[in-house]
């Protein structure tokens, strides 16, 4: 009898030791997993020199972008063609195709200037821009400007060329 105790209590030692096993190994994966992988970090609050330079950089794509005048049509053309790719070459041309004819036809001018920019997410090379821009818009002859407030999301790719802008929103 002594002998069936003892085996006994081999027998729960050894569940024991397994189950307690088992569990590590389900919290040493838990804990794995929950850890967040390179791509998906949010540094847009916690590394200030890198959210500083994209908000920077958006700004100026906005700016030079966004504005135009008759006699500057071509060059912001070139500009949008540099510093947009994907979606947001469509979402552009959708925006702000028939101003630019304006510009040429009617002698349209537009004024954006960027009141402010704040980084919603900053991923690796990819980042979340919302942009708050003081827009005036003028025709050639009126005594008259437009003025407006425009907010745009803008979602941003990160190339060898800097920041380039892949998706707008307006908002």
């Known amino acids: 009898m002594a002998e069936s105790a003892r085996s006994s209590r081999t027998r729960v030692a050894l569940a024991v030791v397994a189950v307690l096993v088992v569990a590590a190994a389900v919290a040493l994966g838990i804990a794995a997993e929950s850890k967040p992988r390179p791509g998906e970090i949010n540094y847009a609050h916690v590394d ?9 950089q ?8 966004f504005s135009f005048t008759p006699d500057t049509v071509a060059a912001t053309k070139r500009t949008a063609q540099q510093t947009l790719r994907g979606d947001a070459v469509a979402q552009y041309e959708k925006l702000y195709g028939p101003l630019l004819s304006q510009a ?13 920019v704040g980084v919603q997410q900053l991923r690796d090379d990819h980042a979340t821009v919302l942009v708050f821009a003081n827009q005036r818009g003028q025709k050639k ?11 745009v999301k803008l979602e941003l790719l990160h190339t060898d060329d800097g920041w380039k802008i ?5 908002l």
Do not use: C, E, Y
């Open 104 to 116: 040429r036809n009617d002698g349209l001018s537009m004024d954006t200037s960027v009141a402010s």
């Open 58 to 65: 958006a700004q100026r794509i906005t700016d030079k972008v």
């Open 166 to 170: 892949i998706g707008i929103t307006v």
């Open 48 to 56: 200030q020199p890198r959210t500083t330079a994209v908000a920077d």
């Open 141 to 151: 002859g009126s005594d008259q400007p437009s003025l407006g407030g425009a907010r």
